[in-house]
C-alpha cells in the first residue's frame, strides 16, 4: 500500500511545485494543494488529514502555526523551506546574471523580522561567523498565532520602505505570500526554492521517520491506576476502578487487557490508543471521568515501553509521579517525563535530566515536577535565594505547601536558611533560605 503526502503551499508556488513532484520518481502519493492564507492552514490540513499519513508544508512559519492547532487527526509535519546552501547558491546565481549587481540592495524578506541586517551582504558575513543557527529558524520557533499577519505586515512594509526610497533593487524571497504584494508593486524579486534532487530526498527521509512513527504508534502502553489516598486502595475500590475503566475503553472502542494488583488497576492499550484518550499527551480523560464516576480521586500512570516489562515499569514510575504531583503522568519508552496532564503546569522533563532531578525528588520526598519548576524559578529570578511567601507565588499554592517544600528540601540537604527578614509589620521574621541543587 502507497503512502499518501500531501504537500501544502501558497497559491504562487502550487503550479510550480505541482510540476517539479510530478517528474520524480517516488514510491508514494503527492498531492499538491494551496492555501488562501496563513491563518486558516489549519483548515487545509483537517480537510486532508483523514486521507494522508503526513504534510509537508512550504515554510516554518505554516509548520508552526499547523502545530499550534490541536487538531483531531494528527499527522507527521515537516518543512522543506531552502537550506542555508540553497541561499548561497541563490544569491551566486543572481550575482552569475548580472556580475554588476550590488549586494548591498539585494533585500532577503525571511532576515526583516531578526534585525541583524537584511541584505545578501549583511546574510554572507552572517554566515561567515560563528553563526550556529539559520535565521529563519529563530524567528520560526518564537511564533504565535496572532504574530503570523503582524510578522508579514513587517516585512512587507519594511520592503516597500525601502523600494520608494530607491533601496532595492530585488527582493531574495523565502516567505511566498508577500509575492503577491511584490508583484503587485512591480517589485523585482526571485523567491528561492529547492532542487528536484533536493525534494526528492526529503521525500524519502519523511517516509522513513513517518515509518517509524507508525511503528511507535504500536507500541505496547501500561495504564497503573489507584487510588489518590493509599488507605482507599482496598479490593472492592480497585475492582471499581477496573469496572469503570474498562467501561471508558470500551466506550472509547479501544481494545485493551485489563486486569487488577493488590494496589493497583492496570490496562495494556497502544500508543495510538495513549494518543486518542490524552489528546495527544496533553489531558488525561481518564482520569477526568473515573473522578465523575467514583467517590475517591485517582491517580494514573502511562508507561510507554519497547516491550511489555518495559511499558510496566515506566507505568509504575509515571503513577508514583501521579501520586506525589496529583492528576495524571506519561513514562516514555525515550526516559522522559510528561505532566501533569490536564493541567497548564504540564511539562517534559528530558531523560537526560530525569537522574538528577529524579534523585532530589526522591531525597526530598517532592515530586520529580516540583523540582523541575523550583530549578525554573530559580533560573528565571537568576537567584537562589528564596522565602515561603517568595515560594509560594511563583509556584501559585499556599503558604503552607510552599513551606512544606522548602523543609522537605532542607531535610534533603539542598535547602539551607541562611538568614531572617524583618519587617515593620508584627509577626516572626521571615526565614530566607539558600537552594543549592548542584546541578
Known amino acids: 500500500m502507497n503512502t499518501n503526502i500531501v504537500v501544502i503551499t501558497s497559491h504562487f508556488l502550487h503550479s510550480h511545485l505541482e510540476n517539479m513532484f510530478s517528474k520524480l520518481d517516488l514510491d508514494c502519493n503527492i498531492k499538491v494543494v494551496a492555501f488562501d492564507s496563513i491563518e486558516k492552514i489549519h483548515k487545509v490540513y483537517d480537510q486532508y488529514a483523514a486521507c494522508t499519513d503526513g504534510f509537508i508544508v512550504s515554510s516554518s512559519a505554516a509548520k508552526a502555526v499547523l502545530e499550534m492547532v490541536d487538531h483531531e487527526i494528527k499527522r507527521p509535519i515537516i518543512s522543506f523551506e531552502i537550506d542555508s546552501t540553497g541561499v548561497y547558491r541563490s544569491i551566486l546565481n543572481l550575482l552569475l546574471r548580472n556580475r554588476d549587481l550590488n549586494m548591498n540592495r ?41 504574530s503570523i499577519k503582524k510578522l508579514e505586515t513587517q516585512i512587507v512594509n519594511e520592503i516597500l520602505r525601502l523600494w520608494n526610497m530607491d533601496a532595492i533593487d530585488i527582493v531574495l524571497c523565502q516567505y511566498g505570500n508577500i509575492v503577491p504584494i511584490l508583484q503587485e508593486h512591480n517589485i523585482p524579486y526571485e523567491y528561492a526554492i529547492e532542487t528536484p534532487v533536493f525534494l526528492e530526498n526529503l521525500v524519502k527521509r519523511f517516509m522513513s521517520l513517518m515509518s517509524l512513527d507508525h511503528m511507535r504508534e504500536n507500541l505496547p502502553v501500561m495504564i497503573s491506576i489507584s487510588a489518590s489516598d493509599n488507605s482507599l486502595n482496598t479490593d472492592e475500590n480497585i475492582e471499581l476502578i477496573m469496572e469503570h475503566t474498562k467501561n471508558f475503553l470500551r466506550s472509547n472502542m479501544i481494545n485493551s487487557t485489563t486486569y487488577k494488583n493488590s494496589a493497583d488497576c492496570c490496562a495494556l492499550i497502544t500508543v495510538d490508543n495513549l494518543h486518542q484518550i490524552t489528546n495527544n499527551e496533553q489531558n488525561c480523560n481518564l482520569s477526568v471521568y473515573l473522578n465523575e464516576h467514583l467517590d475517591f480521586e485517582v491517580s494514573i500512570g502511562y508507561g510507554i515501553g519497547l516491550n511489555l516489562d518495559m511499558a510496566i515499569k515506566n507505568s509504575h514510575t509515571a503513577r508514583r509521579e501521579a501520586l506525589l504531583s496529583g492528576d495524571s503522568f506519561i513514562f516514555t519508552e525515550n526516559g522522559n517525563l510528561i505532566g501533569p496532564l490536564n493541567s497548564k503546569a504540564c511539562m517534559v522533563i528530558e531523560n537526560h535530566a530525569i537522574y538528577d532531578i529524579g534523585k532530589i525528588a526522591k531525597n526530598s520526598n517532592l515530586s520529580a515536577v516540583t523540582i523541575k519548576r523550583i530549578i525554573s524559578i530559580i533560573k528565571v529570578t537568576n537567584s537562589n535565594m528564596v522565602t515561603t511567601q517568595d515560594l509560594s507565588s511563583h509556584l501559585k499554592s499556599t503558604v503552607r505547601n510552599a513551606n512544606r517544600i522548602l523543609k522537605n528540601l532542607e531535610k534533603g540537604g539542598y535547602a539551607k536558611i541562611t538568614c531572617t527578614q524583618t519587617s515593620n509589620v508584627k509577626g516572626r521574621p521571615t526565614k530566607v533560605y539558600e537552594l543549592n541543587f548542584h546541578i
Do not use: H, R
Open 106 to 146: 539585494v533585500i532577503l524578506d525571511f532576515m526583516i523580522p531578526l534585525e541583524v541586517g537584511i541584505t545578501a551582504n549583511d546574510y554572507l558575513s552572517l554566515m561567515d561567523s560563528d553563526y550556529q543557527q539559520y535565521p529563519i529558524d529563530i524567528w520560526s520557533k518564537n511564533l504565535s498565532k496572532d
